[in-house]
């Protein structure tokens, strides 16, 4: 499987012209890759503005349609050419108040209209010190996921105390965590579920970006901060395939 390395360019950039310029440079960086499934994920008002690279939204709402004031439906995404979506980030878990019931409907919404969810779990940096790490995944992963059968969904372990502080996740500790989720997921939903990828997201550059993939074992990477950046975005890439 080929890995997958996801741009989460959250809300940045400010405008259309650097939105474009920011997605012609990756274009270039990437343009030879082949090795990869790259995904960009810009702010909705961008969606429409980008053809060649697969693109995904950072949220979906719940209902197709109809009087929800500021919503995007998965109809829409899905018209814009969306094949992803980003679910349950946890700046949406704390700023926009999203819980795990909430997530769990955008992530049927999103499989009803064949979105894929990119569908973040992790826990705090508070959660980390009281040992309380597996306990927050398991409510996470269950909650989210509740009612599903079989599901396409590809999982993102960001942990919060590594996202956007350069304090990057060691190694070592994301390979056990990567472990951890594979068995919640065995745990809760079956055996055929060890097929959905899991990726790592939190302070990913184009240093430790391939320890995650080679040594650590996951399927792919869900970028912030460095996916604004198109060489450093492209050296990620590369460094992984
Ligand atoms: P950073 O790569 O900036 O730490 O952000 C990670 C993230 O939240 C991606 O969704």
């Keep these: 499987m080929k890995p997958i390395i996801i741009a989460n360019w959250k809300m940045n950039p400010q405008s259309s012209k650097e ?32 053809t060649n690279i697969k693109k995904g939204a950072q949220d979906v709402f719940l209902e197709k349609g109809g009087a929800f004031t500021g919503e995007v439906s998965p109809l829409m995404l899905k018209d814009l050419g969306c094949e992803y979506v980003i679910v349950g980030h946890s700046e949406r878990r704390k700023y926009f108040g999203e819980t795990d019931e909430i997530i769990n409907k955008k992530i049927k919404a999103a499989l009803e209209n064949n979105l894929t969810p990119i569908f973040c779990v992790g826990e705090t940096k508070k959660e980390k010190e009281e040992n309380r790490t597996e306990e927050v995944l398991k409510r996470e992963i269950k909650g989210g996921l509740k009612g599903l059968g079989s599901f396409e969904v590809t999982l993102a372990y960001e942990p919060i105390w590594a996202i956007g502080t350069g304090n ?69 890439v590369e460094s992984v395939v």
């Design 168 to 236: 990057a996740c060691e190694v070592k500790t994301a390979a056990k965590m990567r472990g951890i989720i594979k068995d919640i997921l065995e745990e809760s939903f079956g055996k055929g579920v060890s097929k959905t990828p899991i990726l790592y997201g939190g302070s990913v550059n184009s240093k430790n970006a391939a320890g995650y993939i080679k040594e650590a074992g996951f399927q792919g990477l869900l970028v912030g901060g460095a996916s604004l950046d198109a060489k450093e975005f492209g050296k990620i």
């Design 19 to 50: 939105a474009n310029k920011l997605f012609e440079d990756i274009e270039k960086e990437i343009k030879d890759i082949k090795k990869a499934e790259i995904v960009i994920c810009p702010p909705f008002v961008f969606l429409p503005s980008f």
